[in-house]
């Protein structure tokens, strides 16, 4: 640790001013040279906030009561809240925020991956603190950094004033009146237009100042990719030093989640045993996928790359996946030469033997659950998520679940806790009281179900094992494993920041 | 349905008369080339090829007018899909550097497929179509051609029939080609109001207030809907389709529906009671108050796939494409005669091509004299001449009026142009 000497205190009155105000666009790097005990700590803390931005996103409403008072409280406890508190000085916490923010761009800059999710959670979390400023906060917040937009005339709002009420939730006529009316290209207010929260006219969204969060959060989206784009290309010195390059990826690695596309099992798997697998082992957005393909030979775009991904990271090697696709296809409308001229090529490309040798990584229940919502004709999705609440009823009844547990599973339901509700059909199927682990993973489910029934028969044990602790460090919750990953990720951390600093400079 | 006067055993043979005496290639190229605004557009376009067999040829590109027309004359493809514009040459890809070629613009385009919407027609399904459900390609269109004029402010909107069972759109205006793909995504979602794959009943749940482009859809959808949906679908005739209806009412309704349902049999009268037992609604509870609007909207709103209007290099059937199942022509659609249009009286590649063949009329020489006089080049001139003989004439009328309008507009940009460059 003798890096700590290294500390050189550079004129830290230059960026005093950056501090002035609880929130930032991230514009400036840090400048000064920080010790090396305050960076592992700075770059874990964020990420663990980060991560719980995450998961809170997926069991709550986003900025629900229940989402911020936990994310508040997570703030304070890693002293990254901009609010008032008896920890560290405002200064101090500010600071904090600004450098780990710059810490992990550097983590995360490195694949498309890692910076949507990056730039997902910031974004989240940036939200989530644009909305605790009180109005003042907000206005300064906009001079301060430059943002202006073009108000509508007192006329124009009144003529538009009902259309701009029935568009967006929770204005009133009279409010209207007391704000300002933002009127900006739909371009700038993708997140109002996609959920249809905002009146459009003639390619301009009306923006009522209550919802001008959407267009800096825009703006902030914009310039925290160019930035991370820019970043990722001065980084070349990190890809080629072998100190830094595996930590980066370890520190962003433990938080994104454990990586299924890598295959342990190939080949222990035989294709027969997958229609009983299917009712034993496979969560239900796989059975489901499962059944369809069996009873209609077929599944669309959607379904064959979430099944197909899944089946290749329980262990099916691509021969297998050819035979096992061509074989229930060419029993329905496609006969094997059209298989093998459309269908055969996605799934070597799925196992990145074609095209860009893209990798491609089994979905997560995340994903599955937030991109690509199943439409007409499709299977994919999530069951919990995506079905109707009746029909999800009749399904677990037909799986011969016990009313009760049915009720906890609907219950689960109905407040959003879709992960939650499919642990507790695990529970229920598998007879176990606590499941022991935070489902976040499909493949996760199938490698959990087997090690619960005993699994060393169906599927090697010991090529598990190794997962379990890294599988649990993407868990949800703060568990004693994922505190050893932060441990860990910390350690390595240690070994690289000497070289850092200059790297932000670039950024 | 394949039409009664084509066999698609004849496709081999009848390919190169179309693409030699009738595709509307200089057209073609007018609209690809934008104008010539931007360096390269045409060139760094992706073409591709379906041919005999089912060979799929990807990533084609064409120099000139000329190159393409050579090209096709000699490969005959099947099928002609159009892709994005590049950053390189789409017939180099190999060549440059992994990374570096990227689809850069296409025109925002919207795909709607009949076989999205069987569980709500009762006429036919999977691929097949009739003049009965053909009016829910009529619906989509108004809906969505309303909505990305009026909303998004687009003005040059391209409505093609596919030649089989659904219509494309493209929206050629600069801005929606420059578009990101989450722009796309976005303008596809706000347009999207039908949710939720096979395991979902309800697709449609309405919450307040309500969404001024959902008023305004759901007022073009009730021109429709009693004619389309209570008389052709007979959506309450039969006890199925009547309990399919009521599966989507909450609960409390459903018993009464039911029993008043036993007493009257007319459709119409059954809506009203259905419609009478929602207003009612409307004043008591808040929860599922909107279900008659559901309903109309589940049955008859336009159901995009999301997936093709998203990505920007996804491909998409080209206009004056031939459909080798049926024969027809991807027309484009002139939306002033949208309640007329029928996809049976789509001319099919043998029916033009036998009237090629045909003695010309002396009216029919009169009238090819009058085409653009000053048009220089002699076998274009020739080949306008060719398909003015055939049904296709008014399509191909249609698409040049189309690029007019757009050409008024590029105008523009080049004056704006010039007049930078003068400043130098
Ligand atoms: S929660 Fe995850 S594993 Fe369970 S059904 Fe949904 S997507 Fe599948
Ligand atoms: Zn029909």
Same mark, same amino acid.
């Given at each position: 640790m003798q890096f700590s000497g290294r500390r050189k205190k550079l004129s830290p009155s230059c960026q005093a001013d950056l501090y002035e105000q609880a929130l930032q666009f991230y514009g400036q790097p840090p400048l000064e040279n920080i010790s090396l005990s305050e960076f592992e700590s700075f770059a874990v803390d964020r990420m663990k906030l980060l991560k719980t931005v995450e998961n809170l996103g997926v069991s709550f409403v986003k900025l629900s009561d229940t989402y911020k008072n936990k994310l508040e409280a997570e703030s304070k406890n890693l002293k990254l809240s901009p609010r008032q508190d008896n920890g560290l000085s405002e200064h101090e916490k500010r600071r904090k925020d600004h450098i780990s923010h710059f810490i992990l761009r550097l983590a995360y800059c490195q694949t498309e991956d890692l910076r949507r999710w990056f730039i997902q959670q910031e974004i989240d979390l940036f939200r989530y603190r644009f909305g605790e400023l009180n109005s003042k906060q907000k206005l300064e917040f906009l001079h301060k950094n430059n943002l202006q937009y073009d108000t509508i005339s007192v006329e124009e709002k009144q003529a538009l004033s009902k259309e701009i009420v029935n568009s967006s939730y929770a204005v009133s006529g009279v409010k209207v009146e007391d704000q300002d009316v933002y009127k900006v290209p739909f371009?700038?207010?993708?997140?109002?237009?996609?959920?249809?929260?905002?009146?459009?006219?003639?390619?301009?969204?009306?923006?009522?100042?209550?919802?001008?969060?959407?267009i800096v959060l825009n703006d902030f989206r914009t310039r925290l990719s160019k930035a991370l784009a820019l970043t990722a290309r001065s980084l070349p010195a990190v890809h080629s030093d072998e100190r830094l390059q595996p930590l980066l990826n370890h520190l962003s690695h433990a938080y994104v989640g454990q990586d299924y596309s890598i295959q342990k099992n190939v080949g222990k798997i035989s294709l027969e045993q997958i229609d009983s697998l299917s009712g034993k082992s496979f969560p239900l957005c796989m059975r489901q996928l499962h059944q369809s393909l069996r009873e209609n030979h077929h599944l669309r775009h959607g379904g064959r790359m979430q099944y197909g991904l899944f089946l290749k990271g329980i262990g099916l090697s691509l021969e297998q996946a050819l035979q096992f696709w061509r074989s229930e296809f060419i029993r329905g409308k496609v006969d094997a030469d059209k298989f093998d001229k459309a269908y055969a090529y996605g799934i070597r490309h799925m196992f990145g033997k074609e095209g860009k040798r893209a990798d491609y990584t089994p979905y997560s229940c995340m994903k599955v659950i937030l991109s690509n919502p199943p439409s007409q004709g499709d299977h994919h999705g999530c069951p919990f998520r995506h079905s109707d609440p009746e029909l999800l009823k009749q399904k677990l009844q037909f799986y011969k679940v016990s009313p009760s547990g049915i009720s906890q599973v609907l219950e689960l339901v109905k407040g959003m806790h879709y992960q939650l509700a499919c642990q507790k059909y695990f529970e229920l199927t598998h007879n176990v009281e606590d499941a022991n682990f935070s489902l976040n993973h499909p493949n996760q489910y199938f490698i959990e179900s087997q090690r619960a029934l005993g699994g060393g028969k169906e599927s090697k044990r010991e090529a598990d094992a190794p997962q379990r602790s890294q599988e649990s460090s993407a868990a949800r919750g703060s568990t004693a494993a994922q505190e050893a990953a932060a441990a860990d990720a910390s350690q390595n951390l240690a070994e690289m920041t000497e070289d850092l600093d200059s790297f932000f400079n670039d950024s | 349905m394949p039409a009664a006067d084509y066999d698609s055993a004849s496709l081999p043979d009848l390919l190169p008369l179309y693409y030699r005496r009738l595709f509307p290639f200089s057209l073609y190229y007018r609209w690809l080339n934008y104008g010539g605004v931007q360096k390269n557009y045409f060139q760094n376009r992706e073409f591709s090829f379906t041919l005999k067999d089912d060979i799929y040829v990807r990533y084609q590109s064409f120099s000139t007018q000329n190159e393409l027309e050579k090209e096709m004359q000699k490969m005959n493809p099947y099928k002609i899909d159009i892709g994005a514009v590049y950053s390189h040459r789409p017939n180099q890809h190999n060549t440059v550097k992994s990374g570096t070629f990227q689809a850069l613009e296409k025109e925002l385009v919207f795909d709607i497929d009949m076989t999205d919407y069987d569980d709500v027609r009762s006429c036919c399904s999977q691929a097949d179509i009739c003049s009965k459900c053909w009016t829910l390609m009529t619906i989509a269109i108004r809906v969505l051609d309303r909505a990305l004029r009026e909303d998004f402010g687009f003005q040059h909107l391209l409505w093609v029939y596919s030649g089989r069972r659904g219509v494309h759109c493209w929206v050629c205006d600069e801005g929606a080609r420059k578009l990101s793909v989450?722009?796309?995504?976005?303008?596809?979602?706000?347009?999207?109001?039908?949710?939720?794959?096979?395991?979902?009943?309800?697709?449609v749940i309405l919450t307040d207030p309500?969404?001024?482009?959902?008023?305004?859809?759901?007022?073009?959808?009730?021109?429709?809907?009693?004619?389309?949906?209570?008389?052709?679908?007979?959506?309450?005739?039969?006890?199925?389709? +009547?309990?399919?209806?009521?599966?989507?009412?909450?609960?409390?309704?459903?018993?009464t529906l039911q029993q008043d349902f036993q007493n009257e049999r007319k459709p119409e009268t059954r809506w009203k009671i259905l419609k009478d037992q929602a207003s009612r609604k409307q004043n008591t509870t808040k929860k599922g108050k909107h279900f008659e609007k559901e309903i109309m909207l589940q049955y008859c709103y336009p159901r995009l796939d999301v997936n093709v209007s998203k990505g920007v290099n996804h491909l998409l059937k080209s206009p004056f494409s031939v459909h080798p199942k049926t024969g027809r022509i991807s027309v484009p659609i002139d939306i002033k005669e949208l309640e007329t249009f029928d996809p049976f009286s789509v001319p099919t590649i043998s029916l033009i091509c036998e009237e090629l063949d045909r003695p010309r009329t002396e009216e029919e020489d009169v009238k090819s004299e009058e085409v653009k006089?000053?048009? +220089?080049?002699?076998?274009?001139?020739?080949?306008?001449?060719?398909?003015?003989?055939t049904s296709l004439a008014k399509y191909v009328r249609y698409f040049d009026q189309f690029l007019d309008a757009m050409a008024r507009s590029w105008k523009g940009e080049l004056l704006k142009k010039s007049d930078l460059q003068k400043e130098f």
């Open positions: 371009q700038d207010a993708l997140d109002l237009v996609r959920t249809r929260k905002v009146y459009l006219k003639a390619g301009y969204a009306y923006i009522p100042h209550q919802d001008i969060v959407t | 989450a722009a796309r995504s976005a303008v596809a979602e706000y347009l999207s109001l039908v949710k939720g794959g096979e395991e979902t009943v309800k697709k309500i969404h001024p482009f959902i008023r305004e859809s759901l007022s073009l959808v009730e021109k429709y809907f009693p004619k389309y949906a209570l008389q052709e679908q007979d959506i309450l005739g039969q006890k199925e389709s +009547v309990d399919k209806v009521l599966s989507l009412v909450p609960e409390d309704v459903r018993k006089e000053n048009e +220089v080049d002699a076998a274009e001139n020739r080949k306008i001449r060719d398909y003015k003989r």
